[in-house]
């Protein structure tokens, strides 16, 4: 069964740098069909996909967040980490990480496994 | 990038009673690239339908969804006490990927 956690600072001061690690469990991690997200979700509204990365570091990010934006593999270990720079309060979301899946014909999935997600919020 | 239009915004239902959401794209999603997600309070999502129509694991089958094109139906058959809950749809047709802003099945 595949798990995944998020960890990180709860707390970041704004115009500082975000930085969340996901670490994964079950064996699927180093499998390079699948690809691995960030996803926000401000507190009573929706989601937004962040951007991705593959156990091989090649990376897509969301263009609205991409001058901002680095996903990258932890080096030897079954994580990734995320991060955000010069964050402010629209910032404050709860993040989770969550897997896609290959889907044939199209570079992007569906999310099948989540992290339960981490609430970061940006403040002074 | 691709704007997931949900509606209604709430749906006021009983126990029992048949749940009928829309989810309509701002273009075209080839190939039925388009899954829904079922959230409730407290919890992440939970994949729920991928491909327009097939279940994931773990979902009864009073669950289903349907449509092709820009516009998508998720249907609750009989609403169980379980299936209260806030539905999201996404598209993974064109990067970025995008989500509708949700449609919270409440009880009446």
């Known amino acids: 069964q595949v798990q995944l956690q998020e960890s990180g600072p709860g707390l970041v001061k704004p115009s500082q740098t975000l930085s969340l690690t996901c670490t994964v469990s079950?064996?699927?991690?180093?499998?390079?069909?699948?690809?691995w997200s960030w996803i926000r979700q401000p507190a009573g509204k929706g989601l937004e996909w962040i951007g991705r990365?593959?156990?091989?570091?090649?990376?897509n990010y969301n263009p609205s967040l991409k001058s901002r934006v680095t996903i990258s593999v932890v080096t030897s270990k079954t994580q990734f980490s995320l991060k955000l720079s010069s964050v402010t309060a629209a910032d404050t979301a709860v993040y989770y990480c969550?897997?896609?899946?290959?889907?044939?014909?199209?570079?992007?999935?569906?999310?099948?496994?989540w992290g339960q997600g981490t609430l970061v919020t940006v403040s002074s | 990038e691709i704007v997931l239009t949900q509606s209604p915004g709430t749906l006021s239902l009983s126990p029992g009673e048949r749940a009928t959401l829309s989810c309509r794209t701002s273009q075209s999603v080839s190939s039925s690239y388009l899954a829904w997600y079922q959230q409730k309070p407290g919890q992440a999502p939970r994949l729920l339908i991928y491909g327009a129509s097939s279940r994931a694991t773990g979902f009864p089958d009073r669950f289903s969804g349907s449509g092709s094109g820009t516009d998508f139906t998720l249907t609750i058959s009989r609403l169980e006490p379980e299936d209260f809950a806030v539905y999201y749809c996404?598209?993974?047709?064109?990067?970025?990927?995008?989500f509708g802003q949700g449609t919270k099945v409440e009880i009446k």
């Open positions: 079950g064996g699927s991690f180093s499998s390079g069909s699948y690809c």
């Open positions: 990365i593959y156990s091989s570091g090649s990376t």
């Open positions: 969550a897997r896609g899946p290959p889907v044939r014909g199209t570079t992007g999935t569906p999310f099948d496994y």
């Open positions: 996404q598209q993974y047709n064109n990067s970025p990927q995008t």
